[in-house]
Nanobody, 117 residues
Framework: QVQLVESGGGLVQAGGSLRLSCTAS????????MGWFRQAPGKEREFVSS???????YYADSAKGRFTISRDNAKNTVYLQMNSLKFDDTAVYYC???????????WGQGTQVTVSL
């Protein structure tokens, strides 16, 4: 069982930046693929970014050029640096983890990101 705890959400003005963090329990973090998803009010949860155990990364079109995902295996932590935030980035952001070759199985509780105009 992997437990995920997100932090770093908050209220920011459009054009600002936030860095989300997600720390995983256990001793197998370096074997996990990690991802970030978000869910805005009234919308379905959507993919934002992911990073594999071998540090290959992927981004949704909405995140390309503005968001950067990274991981620190020594700290069991994955980060999402979000720059040039837009009002439409307002959502609850969820951290997810999964084993190589499998879908994301473990989910955090979510952290709220609110971007004001």
């Amino acid at each position: 069982q992997v437990q995920l705890v997100e932090s770093g959400g908050g209220l920011v003005q459009a054009g600002g930046s936030l860095r989300l963090s997600c720390t995983a329990s256990g001793h197998t973090f370096n074997k996990l693929n990690m991802g970030w998803f978000r869910q805005a009010p009234g919308k379905e949860r959507e993919f934002v970014s992911s990073i594999t155990q071998s540090a290959n990364f992927y981004y949704a079109d909405s995140a390309k050029g503005r968001f950067t995902i990274s991981r620190d295996n020594a700290k069991n932590t994955v980060y999402l640096q979000m720059n040039s935030l837009k009002f439409d980035d307002t959502a609850v952001y969820y951290c997810a983890a999964g084993w190589a070759g499998e879908q994301f199985l473990y989910w955090g509780q979510g952290t709220q990101v609110t971007v004001s105009l």
